[in-house]
């Protein structure tokens, strides 16, 4: 699957809980090559916007658009087409890093410029591919969620404060691959408040423009 030609529109968007409104009439298209951040106090609903961009929850009110050269895409097919990093994601527990890494690259297969190798040398992980999740740390387990979600070949990257529980060395990696996965074509969406998550987006959405 070649990670171009895909493109998101969000049309008159809004997402309430019971009376309360989230966001509305937001009108949003993504394309190729966008970098954008979803800003917003703690608690406006970042995540909530992010994941009803991915489908994974519904709208209250107007429609989702998913796109693929120029071909209306079906939701359940949306899927192999985006990648998702979060802190509230979890993981197989019961499995090692290296069975995990073979079950989500049976999935979605792996990009051809991500040298998988390297990258677990990079985000100190090569040590502990025999090791079962439930023995590390949050933070490994965030480098793991991090290598999955930029590994793959897929045209989307959601990321939800991707850098919850790093370190320094983390931040610097993470920064890295942002540098990177900026030429392989990819539209990225991070919710995230934070400065050294959102530095290399090349657009911004206010959540409190759309209440």
């Known amino acids: 699957m070649s990670p171009s030609g895909i493109s998101v529109k969000l049309e008159q968007a809004g997402k309430r809980y019971n009376r309360d409104w989230i966001f509305k009439k937001l009108d949003l298209e993504l394309h190729t090559g966008d970098f954008i951040s979803i800003a917003g106090a703690n608690g406006a609903g970042k995540s909530t916007l992010l994941q009803c961009i991915m489908g994974y929850q519904s709208l209250s009110s107007g429609s989702l658009l998913y796109h693929f050269d120029g071909k209306p895409l079906a939701e359940d097919a949306r899927f192999a087409y985006m990648s998702l990093v979060s802190p509230y994601l979890e993981l197989p527990e019961g ?25 677990l040398d990079a985000c100190k992980l090569s040590a502990h591919l025999h090791k079962q999740l439930w023995h590390f740390s949050s933070g490994m387990k965030q480098r793991a969620k991090l290598l999955l979600g930029f590994g793959a070949a897929t045209p989307l990257l959601f990321l939800d404060e991707p850098t919850t529980n790093l370190d320094q060395m983390g931040f610097e990696w993470y920064d890295y691959l942002m540098e990177g996965v900026m030429h392989h074509g990819k539209i990225i969406v991070v919710a995230s408040n934070q400065l050294h998550e959102t530095k290399r987006c090349n657009r911004e959405l206010q959540l409190a423009d759309y209440k």
């Open 95 to 119: 499995y090692t890093l290296q069975e995990l890494i073979d079950f989500h690259f049976g999935l979605k297969a792996l990009h051809p410029q991500f040298d998988l190798a390297a990258m």
